[in-house]
């Protein structure tokens, strides 16, 4: 999980507050604390945390005097915080700048640029793989004649994921290579065409030349920054380096599964006003994260990432279009019962075998899951996974059928006031908790409102987290 240890400590600091009888002063400042003192240790820059924590209080204290004001009605104290910290949070990570998309059926140029040893030749191959997953025709440019072995490098990750490549172990100037490349793929009809530079030269002049001349021999959609997430803060003046040099659009920031200072890097970043498009958490072919400030926060905050696992679900639907229709329809509709969010569950279980190990991240998308889950092995993820599992096998199939309602009690108002006597019978008969059966019930809410919501788009709305 990218970020474990900030998140551990962002969602300890929020359990807490949660843990807490009334939330007065002492509290909050407790809070604030926790919360200033781990972003602190993940390099954060101290005047970020600083505004970080005056925008929280001020937050705070003005929403509980606008709701006295309008005749004191009683406000969730806790609900209050933890949007606000929420808001800032993603605030920090948030450049406030959409970077490009590319578009089917047109030749979309993306360049990679970066310091030698920040990533820039796996990150390559990881977003082929991406771009090739979903439908684009794919392929990788390696331009880099400075380094000795990087064709070879590329060579060997494009051949393993089967993806087309261009290269030369002749010629040696960058530009023709790169404009060769480009062109013979253009006229092929390829979608994503991924240009690899060098990330190295004598001199650094030399280096930003080189970006400049290829940049213009190739005109690129998207020219993307690699960076190493173990610089932490000082992520702010290498990207503007670049970016005085070689202007570019979109971030991905890499090795964040190793690396303490990650905070710092993506909040660093974010200060530019360049948006970052993913991250990097592995050497393996498939870490390779989407970014996006709002699921970020969200995930790091044990609060799981709706938008990426409905993602995931599209993916995996891809490989059986009639079941997708089928799945869309439900979806946009929000007609999503237990029965389907049972057999999302199975699928995320059989995703391990196509994605790698990765259960635990699919799972840290979940709603509802565990901080633990997150963090923990893969034998956590699978257990939390099939007690989820167990608790949809001991439903009736009326119950399965239905939107999970059905377990709750109401009152003459038509309000759900608790579980009922059911509920308890299929936790009873799961062998789980009253609390699982609450999550999970939870989960297939959310699901079936985000899907409504978003319409099949992605939009989504932070209410839901704290008013599931
Ligand atoms: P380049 O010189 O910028 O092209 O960097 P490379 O792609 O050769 O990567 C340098 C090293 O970093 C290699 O050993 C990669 O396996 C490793 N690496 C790249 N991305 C990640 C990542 O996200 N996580 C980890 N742990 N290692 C990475």
Same mark, same amino acid.
């Given at each position: ?37 781990? /972003?602190?240790? !993940? ?19 003005? *929403?509980?005097?606008? !709701?006295? #004001? ?13 949007? #606000?910290?929420?808001?800032? /949070? ?7 700048? @959409? ?33 090739? =997953? ?44 790169? *404009? ?10 390829? @979608? ?97 994260? =989407? ?6 926060? *969200? ?43 049972? @057999?999302?569950?199975? !699928? ?9 190990? *990765?259960?635990?991240?699919?799972? !840290? ?12 092995? @893969? ?19 009326? +119950? ?26 299929? #936790? ?10 609450? +999550? ?10 985000? #899907? ?17």
């Amino acid at each position: 999980m990218v970020l474990a240890d900030l998140g551990a400590r962002l969602h300890g600091a929020l359990s807490q507050l949660s843990r807490a009888p009334v939330v007065d002063d002492q509290v909050l400042d407790a809070l604030l604390k926790e919360l200033t003192a781990a /972003l602190l240790e !993940s390099d954060v820059n101290v005047k970020l945390v600083a505004s970080l924590r005056n925008k929280v209080k001020t937050k705070v204290k003005k *929403s509980l005097e606008e !709701s006295a #004001a309008a005749g004191g009605r009683e406000v969730n104290r806790k609900n209050v915080v933890q949007k #606000a910290v929420f808001d800032e /949070l993603v605030a920090l990570v948030d450049p406030g700048v @959409e970077p490009y998309k590319p578009i089917k059926g047109k030749a979309n140029v993306l360049m990679a640029v970066g310091i030698q040893g920040a990533g820039k030749t796996t990150t390559c191959t990881k977003l082929a793989v991406h771009y090739q =997953r979903r439908g684009f025709r794919t392929c990788l440019v390696c331009a880099d004649t400075f380094r000795a072995g990087a064709f070879d490098q590329l060579k060997q990750n494009a051949t393993k994921a089967k993806i087309p490549f261009y290269g030369s172990y002749t010629e040696t100037d960058p530009v023709a290579i790169a *404009s060769l490349g480009v062109e013979k793929f253009r006229k092929e009809r390829f @979608e994503v065409i991924i240009v690899d530079t060098s990330g190295r030269h004598k001199q650094e002049s030399e280096l930003f030349e080189e970006m400049v001349a290829i940049s213009n021999a190739v005109k690129p959609d998207m020219t993307i920054m690699v960076l190493d997430a173990s610089i932490g803060q000082a992520a702010e003046g290498q990207s503007r380096a670049f970016k005085d040099s070689a202007d570019f659009g979109a971030i991905i920031v890499t090795k964040l599964d190793g690396h303490a200072k990650g905070g710092g890097a993506i909040s660093a970043v974010a200060a530019t006003k360049t948006p970052i498009i993913f991250l990097g958490t592995g050497e393996h072919m498939n870490d390779l994260e =989407r970014f996006a400030p709002q699921p970020f926060v *969200s995930k790091l905050l044990g609060m799981g990432d709706m938008q990426g696992l409905m993602e995931h679900m599209q993916d995996m639907a891809r490989a059986n279009p009639e079941r997708q229709k089928e799945m869309a329809k439900k979806l946009e509709q929000g007609k999503f019962s237990l029965r389907d969010w049972r @057999e999302q569950l199975s !699928s995320i279980m059989n995703m391990r075998l196509t994605y790698r190990g *990765s259960l635990s991240k699919i799972a !840290s998308m979940i709603p509802g899951l565990p901080a633990g889950v997150m963090d923990g092995s @893969e034998e956590e993820a699978t257990m939390k996974m099939k007690r989820l599992m167990f608790i949809t096998d001991a439903m009736r199939q009326d +119950e399965l059928d239905s939107d999970g309602l059905i377990f709750f009690s109401f009152d003459k108002a038509g309000h759900p006031v608790g579980l009922n006597r059911r509920a308890r019978r299929v #936790a009873r008969g799961s062998g789980t908790s009253l609390r699982e059966v609450e +999550e999970l019930l939870a989960q297939a809410r959310m699901m079936a409102g985000m #899907a409504r919501q978003a319409g099949g788009q992605n939009g989504w709305c932070v209410s839901h987290l704290f008013h599931p």
